[in-house]
């Protein structure tokens, strides 16, 4: 069984910050890619910010240099650190995962959510 649980959303005021974090557990034997996405009321969710095995980053155009993703592997934790944060930043951020997880002596392979933290940004 595979949980991603987030952490770290809240209540900040334009220009301020925040930093969201996604531990996975289970029984996880690799995780490939890890990403957040960001949902607002009435609109569809948006891909925010993705993290390669590898470390290559990708990040929607509107949070480019304001937004970094990072990965901990030795944790299974991804973090997205918010910079500079506007009122059109508010919204629920959900945690995704693409991992190798183990059951007996197979691997598979799956896609995984987190259950969303509310970032809010306003005076």
């Known amino acids: 069984q595979v949980q991603l649980v987030e952490s770290g959303g809240g209540l900040v005021q334009p220009g301020g910050s925040l930093r969201l974090s996604c531990a996975a557990s289970?029984?996880?034997?690799?995780?490939?890619?890890m990403g957040w996405y960001r949902q607002a009321p009435e609109k569809q969710r948006e891909l925010v910010a993705t993290i390669t095995s590898g470390g290559t980053t990708n990040y929607l155009d509107s949070v480019n240099g304001r937004f970094t993703i990072s990965r901990d592997d030795a944790k299974n934790t991804v973090y997205l650190q918010m910079f500079s944060l506007k009122p059109e930043d508010t919204a629920v951020y959900y945690c995704?995962?693409?991992?190798?997880?183990?059951?007996?002596?197979?691997?598979?392979?799956?896609?995984?959510w987190g259950q969303g933290t509310q970032v809010t940004v306003s005076s």
């Open positions: 289970g029984s996880i034997f690799s995780i490939n890619a």
């Open positions: 995704n995962a693409d991992l190798t997880y183990l059951r007996g002596i197979n691997r598979f392979r799956d896609n995984y």
